[in-house]
């Protein structure tokens, strides 16, 4: 089985991507959705952050907002968070990949927005970054609710720049057109794959 490790700086359009890879046959975790619900009523980030974090937690979830009016700007806080939420993913990660081996499945996906950050890029065979011209992702960003030129400036900040990550990719898929077109380079990446392989 090929892992498939996709990545990209916010805005560039790789939850769609992540997407249009399942509905071609290759099957996405997404590391966003896992920590919503470790952080959801019952999840189980939900007693280890409240602990680390005295007041973030309400009604038996984590306040997300709260949360990140914590840790924005701190590295400190930001580290203690990621080794509580960090090995829950991976956890979760893991099974995922167990299942669909199971399953039988050629080519899944990781979806991992910080991959290169968080070292995630050694345990992927492959890696696939999303990409789109700046405009594009800061016209994508911008049309968020609550975001503003500060925090897209600290979002930014916290990422490898996106031609960094392009040069470490193994393949660029480029969302600045169609979705056809990114369609078209799913597709085409899952090709060469499966000739490798």
């Known amino acids: 089985m090929i892992v498939i490790g996709l990545t990209g700086s916010i805005g560039m359009g790789k939850s ?3 997407q249009m890879f399942a509905e071609e046959g290759a ?52 580290k203690k968070l990621e080794s509580i939420v ?14 669909q081996r199971g399953a039988g499945i050629v080519a899944v996906v990781l979806d991992i927005p910080l991959l290169f950050e968080s070292g995630g890029a050694e345990r992927v065979d492959k890696i696939v970054v999303v990409s789109a011209p ?23 900040s916290r990422q490898m720049p996106d031609a960094e990550k392009r040069a470490r990719a193994d393949f660029v898929i480029d969302t600045g057109g169609a979705f056809d077109a990114t369609r078209a380079q799913v597709r085409a990446v899952l090709d060469a794959l499966r000739e490798q392989s």
């Open 86 to 99: 960090h090995p829950l993913v991976r956890q979760a990660q893991t099974e995922f990949l167990e299942e």
């Open 16 to 18: 769609t991507v992540a």
């Open 134 to 156: 700046a405009d594009v992702q800061k016209t994508r960003v911008m049309s968020r609710p609550g975001m503003t030129e500060e925090k897209f400036a600290y979002l930014l």
């Open 27 to 78: 099957p996405a975790f997404n590391s966003d959705d896992v920590v919503h619900d470790l952080y959801a009523r019952g999840g189980a980030a939900v007693g280890p952050v409240e602990a680390a974090f005295p007041g973030v937690g309400k009604d038996g979830a984590i306040d997300r907002q709260a949360l990140s009016a914590r840790v924005v700007d701190n590295a400190e806080a930001i």
